[in-house]
């Protein structure tokens, strides 16, 4: 009986100290986009102030995040109208849309099938401020800044479990062991604690 605690205790300490260490890796990769994209985005510059002043702020670079509300495919580009909404530390979306300062419409003149931003999509983009669109809004008329896609991130949504998934997929989905369990806990990392089954989804 002590043996098998022991065991136990081994294996909860080991995957702790694997947990804190990949954690400290990940504070150097929260974005899902590489350095050299990052360094292109304009500091400084907040999604507000771009709301406030589109035409003012052409060719800036912002990082920004949000919920698709529609995408459509027209004859030189595809359009994705977006419900702004701030990233978190690893430049995903939140979920609380209370917190939105706007809209916008991002666009992409190489093809983008919009099939693959369905809405509700949770994304996160770089893209270059190219001016202001009018956009019919129930009986308004609205104007949205416009932004061209310069690198795109697509944050498809994951089942809530019993333990809670991570709400996307990135860097913590693996294929064999599915996804690890958040907030980590060295029973649930990927697979089950001993004496437990992995629940079937």
């Known amino acids: ?3 098998e605690c022991l065991q136990i205790t081994m294996w909860r300490i080991c995957l702790t100290v694997l947990l804190l260490g990949m954690s400290g890796c990940a504070a150097f990769s929260s974005s899902p986009f590489n350095q050299a994209l990052e360094e292109q985005v304009t500091a400084g510059v907040l999604f507000p102030q771009v709301a ?5 702020h052409r060719e800036r ?5 949000g919920v698709v509300l529609s995408a459509k495919r027209l004859v030189d580009r595809t359009e994705v109208m977006v419900l702004q909404i701030p990233l978190d530390d690893d430049s995903v979306p939140q979920w ?3 917190k939105s300062q706007g809209r916008f419409l991002a666009t992409q003149q ?8 369905p809405k509700g999509t ?7 401020v190219t001016g202001q669109a009018s ?4 009986e308004e008329q609205k104007f949205y800044p416009v932004l061209a896609i310069q690198a795109l991130k697509v944050w498809p949504l994951i089942p809530r479990g019993m333990y809670g998934y991570r709400p996307y997929w990135g860097p913590y989905w693996d294929p064999y062991w599915g996804p690890w369990y958040y907030p980590p806990s060295p029973f649930y990392y990927g697979f089950p604690p001993p004496g437990r089954h992995r629940r079937h989804r």
């Not at 670079?61 to 995040?65: A, F, N, P, R, Y």
């Not at 190489?110 to 931003?117: Q, S």
Request: glycine share 8%; aromatic share 2%.
């Open 110 to 117: 190489t093809f983008l099938d919009p099939a693959t931003l």
């Open 96 to 98: 609380d849309r209370t």
């Open 61 to 65: 670079i912002l990082k920004v995040g």
């Open 52 to 56: 406030q002043d589109p035409s003012g």
């Open 122 to 128: 949770r994304l996160t983009i770089i893209g270059k």
């Open 1 to 3: 009986m002590m043996r």
């Open 135 to 138: 956009v019919q809004v129930d």
